[in-house]
């Protein structure tokens, strides 16, 4: 056994396996147990893979990190680290140890940690941040970007609403024919076929995002006169259970006026698609 897999020696505690919906300390954590089997992989190896993981909610939290008992994981190649830099990178409260992930040349840093929570003692969360490992799998398919919440749902609907969307005084699209994508805590999205665009009035830029539910955003548009300001995406190639949206546009109503039946939507702080 590694020096470091000797320090994590701890068996899961018994409280971990079950639903936790109740106030720690302060603040509030939450986590319960999962059936998916979940493995994550540097090049063709797993370093994680288990059928028994834990989704763990971190306070004010709205997406979980998976936990995996010490078992599930390579602890063999992880060595001790320092925290990440980035504070996107990082869990919202102190870690109790970080660590670095060694394969054969390749030193990962900060690629797994240990939560300060004395009954998540025996779990390891292994970064989802893209970039870190090469993928991720649940059984047989690909997620990313961050794990998917079994509480999150996401519709894409086809609908007649009227939508409109201005730029100040200028038209950029006026449709009959959306599609509206509702996800849970989340605005409404308002995906439009690119013939009811004025396509004359945007300008395509380098931009990408991933969500784990619709997949790859690889088309991004702003207006020639403000192409620092990122105002519309399309997801040419959706994940199959979203594919109504595939080869439409949106515009984030954070940026523009969009009414829909003639009625404003309330703009909210803008994020990624």
Do not use: Q
Request: with cysteine; net charge negative; charged share 30%.
């Amino acid at each position: 056994m590694s020096e470091t897999a000797a320090t994590l020696a701890v068996e899961p505690r018994e409280s971990a396996r079950l639903v936790r919906r109740v106030p720690l300390t302060a603040p509030t954590w939450r986590w319960e147990p999962s059936e998916r089997w979940l493995r994550g992989w540097v090049g063709e190896l797993a370093v994680v893979d288990s059928r028994r993981p834990i989704l763990v909610w971190e306070p004010d939290a709205k997406v979980p990190e998976y936990g995996f008992p010490l078992a599930d994981v390579r602890t063999d190649l992880l060595v001790p680290g320092e925290p990440p830099a980035a504070a996107y990178y990082r869990p919202r409260l102190p870690a109790r140890r970080w660590f670095d992930l060694v394969v054969g040349e390749r030193r990962i840093p900060s690629a797994a940690w240990t939560w300060d929570v004395d009954e998540l003692d025996g779990f390891l969360a292994v970064t989802w941040f893209p970039g870190v490992l090469d993928r991720w799998t649940e059984e047989e398919d690909r997620v990313f970007a961050h794990p998917r919440d079994p509480r999150n749902r996401v519709d894409a609907l086809s609908s007649t609403r009227h939508v409109v969307v201005r730029d100040g005084n200028r038209v950029l699209a006026d449709s009959r024919h959306p599609v509206i994508v509702y996800e849970t805590g989340l605005p409404a999205r308002y995906y439009l076929p690119a013939e009811d665009v004025d396509l004359s009035a945007l300008t395509e830029i380098d931009g990408w995002s991933k969500c784990p539910y619709k997949g790859e955003a690889s088309r991004y548009w702003a207006t020639a006169d403000r192409p620092d300001r990122e105002i519309a995406w399309s997801y040419p190639a959706p994940l199959p259970v979203i594919a109504p949206i595939a080869g439409r546009i949106a515009f984030y109503s954070e940026r523009l006026d969009i009414t829909v039946d003639g009625v404003a939507v309330a703009g909210r702080r803008a994020g990624r698609p």
